[in-house]
């Protein structure tokens, strides 16, 4: 059974950093991409990052280009989001999410699997 907990979110000032964790505790989701999702109070849930199987292949979504990475480590079936110079516009729920097409890592309704998400708050 796929399980995606993530971890790692919490209050941070801006300017700030941190990581974001996703285990896939079920350990079922090989040859699967990987994204992160994020969604603010009243808005839509928007894409923030993509990694390939491989971890060759990254996306990123242009507001977080340069300040957010995003990478995985298939030996701990464990992806991550290192999230540098936080914005008070960062602030959000964070979500990871599986998908079995790495071409369609842009589309949220095209993902399979998705965790229950963790909470980033950036102060001003």
């Known amino acids: 059974q796929v399980q995606l907990v993530e971890s790692g979110g919490g209050l941070v000032q801006a300017g700030g950093s941190l990581r974001l964790s996703c285990v896939d505790s079920g350990r079922t989701l090989t040859g699967y991409a990987m994204g992160w999702f994020r969604q603010a109070p009243g808005k839509e849930r928007e894409f923030v990052a993509a990694v390939s199987w491989s971890g060759g292949d990254t996306l990123y979504t242009e507001s977080v280009k340069g300040r957010f990475t995003i990478s995985r480590d298939n030996t701990k079936n464990t992806v991550y989001l290192q999230m540098n110079y936080l914005k008070p516009e960062d602030t959000a729920v964070y979500y990871c999410?599986?998908?079995?097409?790495?071409?369609?890592?842009?589309?949220?309704?095209?993902?399979?699997?998705w965790g229950q998400g963790t909470q980033v708050t950036v102060s001003s």
């Open positions: 999410a599986a998908n079995s097409h790495y071409d369609r890592v842009l589309l949220v309704h095209e993902y399979d699997y």
